[in-house]
């Protein structure tokens, strides 16, 4: 599959009297075509910087962003280059951005809304009313075509700002935390009607969030950001199965049914207390390992107890991906052996201490 996107050492600092903040340090992406890439980090972690430079609505201070096969910027003699006026307005009806707050014109029906860009790349009144009949069709808003902002819960808004944005017919749709404003039901509709887009048009999607559960709602790859460099990247899967980063971590439960744990562990519930040595640990059964009995075998085979606390398995991408936090009891040595045995396994394995894992 052919790149998109390719980002090389990007970097963009604000200056400020209050002193200098590096927004994006040293950033190099690859995003293919036909992705859903998610981008995630907390408030000020870089990643709004990092999308608006894509399209430059921000322009870096040095670095290369290549879109489509056109470069936007790039290095010449330590210098940095950016395309013309004339070529970027081209290049950008190629690339449409949709926001949180939905940028709406208030006074304008959700057809003038829609309407708006074409109107700017000469097409005439039946060209653009053919369209944007196809594109209400395509976000299934065609009952709205005469109402007002104001008349539409938000993710009636959010979908005709997702029509307006594919307007002309871009090859890279650009999310910069579009669902941050909506309830669960409208969040869940617009990430299934972006899910829905991407394999019907096979559009790239560039996706900004800072809820882990987002990304492992559609997208197919990720990277993590903070302080404005990417810290980790690679398959949601992957990213999921075994996170590098303490950041990616702490994201990761963020979205796990498991996350109660650590308030047991806190209140010190008697649903979690190990006696004799026992431990609480948490196990991460991949796709290879998933539906195997390998908690009983175990059992048998050196004598040990497993009392499962909290357990889960959910499906990333098409494959299982199992977790389990459980207390293992019996003879000391009987459990190290255990232990080293999960682990030829392929089982990850963690053991909690008063909620923190050694």
């Known amino acids: 599959m052919n790149s998109m ?40 972690a870089g990643k709004s910087s990092l999308i608006r430079c894509i399209n430059l609505l921000e322009l870096p201070d040095s670095g290369s962003i290549t879109v489509g096969g056109e470069k936007l910027t790039w290095m010449e003699n330590d210098t940095m ?9 081209r290049v950008r009806r190629g690339i449409g951005m ?47 075509i005469d109402a007002y902002p104001s008349q539409l819960s938000g993710g009636q808004k959010q979908r005709v700002a997702i029509a307006r944005a594919l307007a002309n017919n871009p090859k890279v749709l650009l999310s910069d ?40 709602a559609v997208c197919h790859k990720v990277a993590v950001m903070e302080h404005g460099e990417v810290v980790e990247e690679g398959k949601v899967y992957d990213i999921f199965a075994n ?28 649903f979690i207390q190990t006696k004799d040595g026992g431990l609480l640990v948490k196990l ?37 991906l199992g977790s389990m936090i459980t207390v293992l009891t019996g003879k000391e040595n009987d459990i190290a052996s255990a232990m080293s045995y999960l682990k030829e396994k392929n089982v990850r394995t963690e053991v909690i201490e008063h909620g923190r894992a050694s």
């Not at 280059?81 to 307005?89: A, E, F, G, P, S």
């Not at 950041?247 to 519930?269: C, E, G, M, N, Q």
């Open 98 to 144: 949709i926001f949180q707050h939905f940028n709406l014109l208030d006074r304008s029906t959700v057809f003038e809304n829609i309407a708006y860009p074409l109107k700017h790349i000469g097409m005439n009144k039946e060209q653009i009313y053919d369209r944007v009949i196809e594109l209400l069709e395509l976000v299934d808003l065609s009952d709205k």
């Open 81 to 89: 280059k950016v395309i013309k006026n004339k070529d970027l307005n």
């Open 243 to 270: 996170p590098q980063k303490d950041i990616t971590k702490k994201f990761i439960i963020s979205a796990s049914p498991l996350k109660k744990i650590h308030s047991l562990v806190r209140k010190d519930s008697p």
């Open 177 to 216: 935390e579009a669902t941050s404003a909506l309830d669960p039901d409208a969040t869940e509709s617009i990430l299934g009607l972006l899910k829905s887009l991407n394999k019907k048009l096979g559009i790239t999607i560039v996706l900004i969030t800072h809820e882990m559960a987002v990304i492992k």
């Open 5 to 44: 996107i390719e980002i090389q050492h990007l970097n963009k600092t604000y200056h400020s009297k209050s002193g200098d903040v590096d927004a994006v340090h040293d950033v190099n992406l690859t995003i293919r075509e036909g992705d859903i890439y998610g981008i995630i980090g907390y408030s000020g």
């Open 284 to 320: 991460i059964f991949e796709h290879t390992v998933v539906g195997d009995a390998i908690i009983s075998d175990i059992s048998r085979r050196f004598n040990v107890d497993f009392n499962i606390v909290l357990a889960n398995v959910e499906i990333l991408k098409g494959e299982q």
